[in-house]
């Protein structure tokens, strides 16, 4: 059985930086495109960024600039450094992963971002 676990959540104040991480853990064939995603209080989950095996990387617009998305395929890990936080960046944010075509959800990691 596979898994995402993420960490690195928390709280920071506006202007501040965190840094989440995902893992992928058990019999892992194949790991393909990660991403996060974010779903604030009372809204559907949207997507932050993407990032291939190749290390190619799609952002959201309102992360532009302020985020980066990485991974180490050694570690079956990807990373995402969030810079310049804001208040409304404030969310439970999820890691998502194609492994052994299949995808994958972490449990979550909650971010508040305090003004």
């Known amino acids: 059985q596979v898994h995402l676990v993420e960490s690195g959540g928390g709280l920071v104040q506006a202007g501040g930086s965190l840094t989440l991480s995902c893992a992928a853990s058990?019999?892992?064939?194949?790991?393909?495109?990660m991403a996060w995603y974010l779903q604030a209080p009372g809204k559907q989950r949207e997507l932050v960024a993407t990032?291939?095996?190749?290390?190619?990387?799609n952002y959201a617009d309102s992360v532009k600039g302020r985020f980066t998305i990485s991974r180490d395929n050694a570690k079956n890990t990807v990373y995402l450094q969030m810079n310049s936080l804001r208040p409304e960046d404030t969310a439970v944010y999820y890691c998502?992963?194609?492994?052994?075509?299949?995808?994958?959800w972490g449990q979550g990691t909650l971010v508040t971002v305090s003004s």
């Open positions: 058990g019999s892992i064939f194949s790991l393909n495109t």
């Open positions: 998502n992963a194609q492994i052994n075509s299949r995808e994958l």
């Open positions: 990032i291939t095996r190749g290390g190619r990387t």
